[in-house]
């Protein structure tokens, strides 16, 4: 299946910095790209669409300003969490769809722990 | 929206038995049906799928079969080895193009096979 990368793996901060969290789609182009957070035990709650070349589509409750989500090219989607707090602690994964079917394909998630 | 089911929450196997795990969705528009299985602190691999044009779909231990009368799905694996003990989600989405890829998950299911 198609590759998707995620940066970094885990990531520690301290409450009110803000992290950035970059999806690649490593042997494919990805028109969309979509983001999710995960809490432990729990299932994968999609927060946005990342559309290139336009803005992001946020689902309900997501707030658009504290997640910044920027799709600059086929290949690149990253996720912003401004002034993060301890409550933004979760597992954040990204995916995009690849392939004649349109399967969504995932990364192998990003870790975040706010202090 | 779409809303799908996800059962058991936990199911428990001897090595070499069968597994089944059930989910149903909402959305009779929905057309697309992936299985993906996380292992602990690592994203969604996506395992088998099926579109609403055919009833069963089987891959060597696995087999998903589709009930679109119903509205139910499952995810059937045989000769079950320990390293399937996993968390096991089921989805849907409407499979057409842009946001109508998005999925909708199930709770999952932790799968753990005792050899």
């Known amino acids: 299946g198609a590759v998707v990368s995620q940066h970094p793996s885990r990531v520690i901060c301290k409450s009110g910095t803000s992290v950035k969290i970059e999806c690649r789609s490593l042997d494919f182009q990805a028109t969309t790209m979509f983001w999710y957070r995960q809490f432990p035990k729990q299932s994968l709650m999609l927060m946005a669409t990342?559309?290139?070349?336009?803005?992001?589509?946020?689902e309900q409750g997501v707030e658009k300003d504290k997640f910044l989500i920027n799709h600059a090219s086929l290949t690149l989607s990253t996720l912003t969490v401004t002034s993060a707090h301890p409550e933004d602690s979760s597992f954040y994964i990204c995916?995009?769809?690849?392939?004649?079917?349109?399967?969504?394909?995932f990364g192998p998630g990003t870790r975040l722990t706010v202090l | 929206g779409e809303n799908v089911e996800q059962h058991p929450s936990t199911l428990s196997v001897q090595e070499g038995d069968s597994a089944v795990i059930k989910c149903t969705y909402s959305d009779s528009a929905s057309n697309y049906f992936p299985w993906y299985k996380q292992e602990l602190g690592k994203g969604p691999q996506l395992i088998i799928d099926?579109?609403?044009?055919?009833g069963e779909k089987k891959d060597q231990r696995i087999a998903v079969t589709l009930n679109k009368t119903a509205k139910h799905f499952s995810l059937h694996i045989t000769e079950t080895q320990p390293e399937d003990s996993a968390v096991y989600f089921c989805?849907?989405?409407?499979?057409?193009?842009?946001?109508?890829?998005?999925?909708?998950f199930g709770k999952g299911t932790l799968l753990t096979v005792n050899p």
């Open positions: 989805a849907a989405s409407k499979g057409s193009g842009g946001s109508n890829y998005k999925l909708t």
């Open positions: 099926i579109r609403s044009n055919v």
């Open positions: 995916s995009a769809n690849s392939g004649a079917y349109k399967e969504q394909f």
């Open positions: 990342s559309n290139e070349g336009s803005k992001a589509t946020y």
